[in-house]
């Protein structure tokens, strides 16, 4: 599993990121995007709708967003 380490940027940085990422990544595989921005969550989670994607907030305001590429 790759991780993108997207703390302390803001949008849309961690979805143009991602997107670079995951080009990168054959299908089955997951990009763990690790986020202290609520915004950035609620980005992702629209446009990339086509991948499986779930999320962990692991503290108070950082969050954990695993993308599985489909």
Do not use: Y
Not at 29 to 49: A, G, R
Request: aromatic share 4%; with cysteine; net charge neutral.
């Amino acid at each position: 599993m790759k991780t993108l380490d997207c703390l302390g940027d803001m949008c849309p940085i961690p979805a143009v990121k991602t997107k670079k990422e995951l080009k990168n990544l054959d299908t089955g595989e997951t990009l763990k995007v690790i986020t202290d921005h609520s915004c950035v969550l609620e980005s992702i989670e629209n446009q990339f709708k086509k991948h499986q994607i779930r999320h962990v907030e692991v503290m108070n305001g950082v969050w954990e967003i695993f993308i599985t590429k489909s």
